[in-house]
């Protein structure tokens, strides 16, 4: 039996290889597809795998729906940003640096977009030390791909895509 430290361990290896290996999938049929292709089967086979799921709540969902239409609407769009700023950034930059891109950036997005009314100064000063210490990484980040690559309108692209994906993200939270 494996107990719950090692269980967490284990669930955040895994969540690490599930990406890196659906990153390294995309990229792959990304150059075989044209993104806005690949992003519209995307959301397809999703709508239609949770309408299946959830077809003996269909009632429940629809009261649901009519009730909250606007912050359904504001999070399919911000779901919309961040999939196809996905799909277009893995167009022109490598799965690992979008990648990092996507997830270092959403942190950071998050803090900004959240509210200090519940926490602490220290709490919140501490969120902004470590948001900062982030964003400089990701600058350093950033260069360096940009280094390797070379200074191009493509490179440039898909880390305002990356970063915009991030901030996508932290918005839908």
Same mark, same amino acid.
């Given at each position: 039996m494996i107990n719950k430290s090692h269980l967490g361990t284990l669930s955040v290896i895994l969540y690490? $290889? *599930? =990406? +890196?290996?659906?990153? &390294?999938l995309v990229?792959? $049929?990304?150059?075989? =597809? +044209?993104?806005i292709y690949l992003a519209f089967w995307t959301f397809l086979f999703t709508a239609l795998y949770f309408n299946i799921i959830n077809l003996h709540r269909l009632h429940q969902l629809k009261l649901m729906l009519t009730r909250n239409i606007k912050l359904i609407i504001f999070i399919n769009i911000a779901t919309a940003i961040l999939w196809l700023s996905a799909f277009y950034g893995l167009k022109y930059s490598q799965p690992a640096i979008l990648t990092a891109l996507f997830f270092g950036t959403g942190p950071i997005f998050t803090t900004i977009f959240t509210r200090s009314h519940v926490k602490t100064?220290? *709490?919140?000063?501490?969120?902004?030390?470590? +948001?900062? +210490? =982030?964003? *400089?990484?990701? &600058? $350093?980040?950033s260069l360096d791909d940009l280094y390797v690559v070379g200074v191009s309108f493509n490179g440039i692209l898909a880390i305002v895509l990356? $970063?915009?994906g991030g901030a996508s993200m932290a918005w839908i939270i």
């Open positions: 690490c $290889i *599930v =990406m +890196a290996t659906s990153s &390294i990229n792959k $049929i990304e150059s075989q =597809m +044209a993104p100064r220290l *709490v919140r000063k501490r969120e902004w030390q470590y +948001a900062s +210490a =982030m964003g *400089v990484c990701l &600058i $350093i980040l990356g $970063i915009l």
